[in-house]
């Protein structure tokens, strides 16, 4: 993955690049709103842009509405603005996401990969495209693109948001995903609200997948989805 950091102060540009190389992302950093604009329309594609709003040369709000009127590159705004109008702004902008500083290198890259997924979800459904739409996971397979859910062969009736939490823990399964991670990308990308919902949820999917173990809670980080150890097809 493909990231353009957009940020003029070295103290933070500097870290944030080698923790996100860290994690294996590709990363390039300009200083400027004009060099973002001109390396985003480069012959190399970018993932998602991370851009700062303080630019030397001008304003990143412009920057943004211009990225967003050539391109459909994700771009989550990295900014100290913490004001509800600035978060408003920038997302009517065309931003996809909206991160106040300081923020953890976690969260973060949960956010990149979080928006880069939605992109892709909405650029396969406009074309489509039917490929890796379905998953299997042991005797449980997932088929985003009829929302159709199966155990052992046998039909699963979901609600849309009991489908919805299932096809993200299925994306990557036997990963740990947090539980604010999973209300951002299930719910809302800006969830505030209580978390119970999400315990609800879980708990009724248990019972609908007909084996409580096909999702595991990891304490005090969040929950992942598993094949329990005995599970076969009957």
Not at 194 to 199: A, E, F, I, R, V
Not at 213 to 230: A, K, M, N, Q, Y
Request: glycine share 8%; with cysteine; charged share 35%.
């Amino acid at each position: 993955m493909r990231v353009l950091i957009v940020e003029d102060d070295d103290a933070i540009a500097a870290p944030l690049a080698k923790g996100l190389a860290r994690e294996g992302l590709v990363v390039e950093r300009v200083e400027t709103g004009n060099d973002a604009l001109r390396r985003a329309a480069g012959p190399e594609p970018f993932d998602v842009v991370l851009l700062d709003l303080g630019l030397p040369d001008r304003d990143g709000f412009e920057v943004c509405r211009e990225l967003r009127a050539h391109s459909d590159v994700p771009i989550i705004v990295v900014s100290a603005r913490a004001d509800e109008v600035d978060r408003v702004i920038g997302l009517e902008l065309g931003a996809d996401d909206y991160i106040v500083k300081p923020f953890g290198l976690r969260e973060l890259v949960a956010r990149i990969r979080a928006v880069v997924r939605r992109r892709g979800t909405r650029a396969d459904a406009a074309s489509g495209e039917p490929r890796g739409l379905e998953t299997e996971v042991g005797a449980l397979t997932v088929d985003r693109r009829t929302r159709r859910v199966r155990v052992d062969d046998a039909d699963v009736a979901l609600t849309p948001k009991e489908f919805d939490l299932l096809a993200f823990l299925a994306e990557d399964p036997g990963a740990v995903f947090g539980r604010q991670q999973v209300l951002e990308e299930v719910w809302d990308p800006h969830w505030y609200g209580p978390t119970k919902t999400l315990d609800v949820h879980v708990a009724s999917l248990r019972k609908k997948l007909g084996d409580p173990r096909w999702i595991e809670t990891v304490r005090g980080v969040g929950f992942r989805l598993r094949v329990p150890s005995d599970a076969g097809r009957r």
